[in-house]
């Protein structure tokens, strides 16, 4: 049977760097996902990484089980580091949709993403995901996504948390979660269909 | 959900829900259904549903693609020579606090120690008198040398200006010299001058001299050693004649 988290934190705690490795390498991929998600920088990924858990061995006793999972704390401190980066490296606020600069991906360099150079767009002013579709536009889409939609995005959709572990992760209500994430999508579709992102007029009553 | 259950799906019902129908645990089978069969009467809302769900395709195939992203291994190890660093420092640092703490404890016991040794009460004080074994008490912040506000100094000066009407009162010596708690030992008998002052019972008391009825007003007359700086060394209780 594998160790929980907490039962690996507490073994940190005393001193155990076996458990220590084991939380690592359990908890460093969604990290580092998140971080370059957000960054589309792999240097700054891995210095995100590095200081989460940095802080995590540093303070550990600053996670408080009863708030939420430790993942949501890690991604909390994820996302501090981030934005206090933000806030110090403007550049990274609003990336550029053709952001290729030395250091950063661009979206045929991404890790894994294919390029067969289609788009997913079919008809007019719709959207349509194909199997032919590469994922390299999808990608851009959500790397061009403001700040707090581009975060629920890799969060909910992309890491699969439940709206409670991402509320828990961005410290805000629930509801939040759900009304950013739905706007975020609403955004997504509204850029892959190739048409400005405009807020919705109230929708039509059949 | 029963609140949504009973309000009849609309387009605008639809769009609402639209990005939760394919996610767990949010919404209840009937209204998931009575969704989908909203989009299959409505044109709009079934191209929407697709829009939703190609999305969905490409957000779970994207997640399957970066699935096996990672640090590289560098990372891990910075991380772990940080956790062993820490592991050697947290020791020292403990250890260099039961140190410090151990070192205050030994001060505080010195300290005491040496309270006790230079402050021997004996008991309680007979009353109405002054303590016919004066001792050594602890150094009073407001007595200092040459300073005018010494309540020593100060009724050593009015002693001596009213010496005529107070040497009557004071006759003999009550007690042997006492050296003052900050007094330097060495200087205590030798080189100082003897004067004869008339106290306040308080001024008496602040010089640590054990004193009862402090708030009695009349004066007691003391014998003061003082040096060359007229910093007052030891003191000479005198005994007081009573005059009624």
Same mark, same amino acid.
Not at chain 1, 120 to 142: D, K, P, S, Y
Not at chain 2, 73 to 91: C, D, G, M
Not at chain 2, 144 to 162: C, D, E, K, R
């Given at each position: 049977?594998?160790?929980?988290?907490?039962?690996?934190?507490?073994?940190?705690?005393?001193?155990?760097?076996?458990?220590?490795?084991?939380?690592?390498?359990?908890?460093?991929?969604?990290?580092?996902?998140?971080?370059?998600?957000?960054?589309?920088?792999?240097?700054?990924?891995?210095?995100?990484?590095?200081?989460?858990?940095?802080?995590?061995?540093?303070?550990?006793?600053?996670?408080?089980?009863?708030?939420? +999972?430790? *993942?949501? %704390?890690? &991604?909390?401190?994820?996302? !501090?580091?981030? =934005?206090? @980066?933000?806030?110090?490296?403007?550049?990274?606020?609003?990336?550029?949709?053709?952001?290729?600069?030395?250091?950063?991906?661009?979206?045929?360099?991404?890790?894994?993403?294919?390029?067969?150079?289609?788009?997913?767009?079919? +008809?007019? *002013?719709? %959207?349509? &995901?194909?199997?032919?579709? !590469?994922?390299? =536009?999808? @990608?851009?889409?959500?790397?061009?996504?403001?700040?707090?939609?581009?975060?629920?995005?890799?969060?909910?959709?992309?890491?699969?948390?439940?709206?409670?572990?991402?509320?828990?992760?961005?410290?805000?209500?629930?509801?939040?979660?759900?009304?950013?994430?739905?706007?975020?999508?609403?955004?997504?579709?509204?850029?892959? @269909?190739?048409?400005?992102?405009?807020?919705?007029?109230?929708?039509?009553?059949? | 959900?029963?609140?949504?259950?009973?309000?009849?799906?609309?387009?605008?019902?639809?769009?609402?829900?639209?990005?939760?129908?394919?996610?767990?645990?949010?919404?209840?089978?009937?209204?998931?259904?009575?969704?989908?069969?909203?989009?299959?009467?409505?044109?709009?809302?079934?191209?929407?549903?697709?829009?939703?769900?190609?999305?969905?395709?490409?957000?779970?195939?994207?997640?399957?693609?970066?699935?096996?992203?990672?640090?590289?291994?560098?990372?891990?190890?910075?991380?772990?020579?940080?956790?062993?660093?820490?592991?050697?420092?947290?020791?020292?640092?403990?250890?260099?606090?039961?140190?410090?703490?151990?070192?205050?404890?030994?001060?505080?016991?010195?300290?005491?120690?040496?309270?006790?040794?230079?402050?021997?009460?004996?008991?309680?004080?007979?009353?109405?008198?002054?303590?016919?074994?004066?001792?050594?008490?602890?150094?009073?912040?407001?007595?200092?040398?040459?300073?005018?506000?010494?309540?020593?100094?100060?009724?050593?000066?009015?002693?001596?200006?009213?010496?005529?009407?107070?040497?009557?009162?004071?006759?003999?010596?009550?007690?042997?010299?006492?050296?003052?708690?900050?007094?330097?030992?060495?200087?205590?008998?030798?080189?100082?001058?003897?004067?004869?002052?008339?106290?306040?019972?308080?001024?008496?008391?602040?010089?640590?001299?054990?004193?009862?009825?402090?708030?009695?007003?009349?004066?007691?007359?003391?014998?003061?050693?003082?040096?060359?700086?007229?910093?007052?060394?030891?003191?000479?209780?005198?005994?007081?004649?009573?005059?009624?």
């Amino acid at each position: 049977m594998e160790p929980t988290d907490d039962g690996l934190l507490r073994r940190m705690i005393a001193g155990d760097e076996e458990a220590f490795a084991l939380l690592y390498r359990r908890k460093h991929p969604a990290i580092y996902r998140f971080a370059l998600r957000m960054t589309r920088n792999v240097a700054m990924a891995e210095d995100v990484t590095q200081e989460v858990f940095m802080a995590l061995i540093r303070d550990a006793k600053r996670f408080d089980p009863t708030r939420g +999972t430790l *993942g949501g %704390f890690l &991604f909390g401190i994820a996302r !501090n580091h981030l =934005r206090k @980066r933000w806030e110090l490296e403007r550049r990274f606020t609003h990336l550029a949709e053709d952001a290729d600069e030395s250091g950063t991906l661009s979206s045929a360099e991404a890790p894994a993403a294919s390029s067969n150079g289609s788009h997913g767009q079919t +008809t007019a *002013g719709h %959207f349509e &995901f194909t199997a032919i579709e !590469n994922t390299a =536009r999808l @990608r851009q889409a959500i790397s061009t996504l403001p700040e707090n939609y581009r975060e629920i995005v890799v969060l909910c959709e992309l890491e699969e948390m439940s709206y409670e572990e991402a509320a828990s992760a961005l410290g805000c209500p629930v509801g939040t979660v759900r009304s950013r994430l739905h706007r975020a999508r609403a955004i997504l579709l509204e850029k892959l @269909r190739g048409v400005p992102p405009v807020r919705r007029s109230p929708a039509v009553t059949q | 959900m029963s609140r949504d259950e009973k309000m009849p799906m609309d387009c605008a019902r639809f769009e609402e829900i639209l990005h939760d129908l394919d996610r767990r645990g949010i919404l209840d089978r009937a209204l998931r259904e009575s969704a989908l069969a909203h989009a299959e009467s409505c044109g709009r809302c079934a191209r929407l549903l697709l829009e939703a769900e190609s999305l969905d395709f490409g957000l779970r195939t994207l997640a399957a693609q970066d699935a096996s992203l990672e640090a590289p291994p560098r990372v891990e190890a910075a991380l772990l020579r940080e956790f062993r660093r820490k592991k050697i420092a947290t020791p020292f640092r403990t250890l260099s606090w039961r140190l410090a703490a151990l070192g205050a404890a030994a001060a505080v016991i010195l300290a005491l120690g040496l309270l006790i040794y230079y402050k021997p009460w004996r008991g309680p004080i007979p009353q109405g008198n002054i303590a016919r074994n004066p001792v050594v008490a602890q150094p009073q912040p407001g007595v200092a040398p040459n300073n005018s506000t010494n309540p020593v100094q100060a009724s050593a000066v009015s002693g001596s200006q009213g010496g005529s009407e107070n040497a009557e009162a004071a006759t003999a010596p009550a007690t042997d010299f006492v050296p003052l708690p900050y007094a330097d030992r060495s200087a205590t008998l030798e080189g100082g001058a003897v004067v004869r002052v008339v106290l306040s019972r308080q001024a008496l008391a602040s010089l640590g001299v054990p004193v009862v009825d402090v708030e009695n007003g009349s004066p007691v007359a003391a014998d003061l050693i003082v040096t060359e700086d007229g910093t007052p060394q030891a003191i000479r209780l005198v005994a007081q004649e009573n005059t009624d």
